[in-house]
């Protein structure tokens, strides 16, 4: 059974340039969430995706946004970066059931210079 | 906002029991006690999970007090790969998605050769 993956593990960009991170759920799992995770901090939930819909978002602004493919990868994206972006991004995949656990992948690395 | 409380940090002896507590006064009888951990530079993991009664599984104890208002995860035998940031959340069930993860500070714990 294959683990989430992202990628890339790292990257570096400028304030104002735009970002795509890529995510591979787990396999059998149609729902996969996105979180930031700032330095020293927990991870916040950005919002998630099931069944190739958005479904709960959390506090974000809209330049964060993210698809899910028919094959339930995603994509995260986000516009105009600033540099309170610079965070790990962390995605999780999950198969909804009673009571679930969602499986993290390690997460990608941006700094926003 | 987490609804729970967890200490800043604590420390075990390896080889000793690690006892993780955690108060979530305001639990609501729909919600689970949820605990994951966060080695260095990963992603978080699931450890367990719990309503009302105690849990046991391969990685960890989960023991709930009567009224649920607080939780303690026994680590039985801590090793030095045991040492990370451990997540106490509640999260409700909610049937298919929607089912993000709040996540806190946590707390640190140290295991000392």
């Known amino acids: 059974e294959t683990g989430v993956t992202q990628s890339p593990t790292h990257l570096i960009k400028t304030r104002g340039q735009q970002v795509t991170l890529r995510c591979s759920s787990q396999?059998?799992?149609?729902?996969v969430s996105w979180y930031q995770q700032a330095l020293g901090q927990g991870p916040q939930f950005i919002f998630q995706?099931?069944?190739?819909?958005?479904?709960g978002r959390g506090n974000f602004p809209p330049r964060f946004s993210g698809l899910q493919f028919p094959n339930y990868s995603s994509e995260l994206n986000v516009n105009a970066l600033e540099l309170d972006d610079s965070a790990l991004y962390l995605c999780a995949s999950s198969f909804p059931g009673p009571t679930y656990e969602q499986y993290f992948g390690p997460g990608t690395r941006l700094t926003v210079t | 906002d987490a609804k729970t409380t967890q200490p800043t940090s604590m420390d075990c002896a390896e080889g000793r029991a690690a006892n993780l507590p955690c108060n979530h006064s305001t639990i609501s009888g729909n919600e689970y006690v949820y605990w994951y951990r966060q080695i260095h530079s990963q992603g978080p993991q699931y450890i367990i999970h719990?309503?009302?009664n105690n849990e046991t599984n391969e990685m960890a104890s989960l023991i709930i007090t009567e009224d649920r208002k607080s939780s303690t995860l026994i680590l039985p035998h801590a090793t030095l790969r045991d040492t990370a940031v451990y997540y106490c959340?509640?999260?409700?069930?909610?049937?298919?998605?929607?089912?993000?993860?709040?996540f806190g500070k946590g707390i640190t714990l140290s295991v000392r050769p």
């Open positions: 719990g309503l009302k």
């Open positions: 959340i509640v999260q409700a069930y909610i049937t298919g998605a929607n089912s993000k993860l709040t």
């Open positions: 995706y099931y069944r190739e819909e958005e479904n």
């Open positions: 396999s059998g799992h149609n729902t």
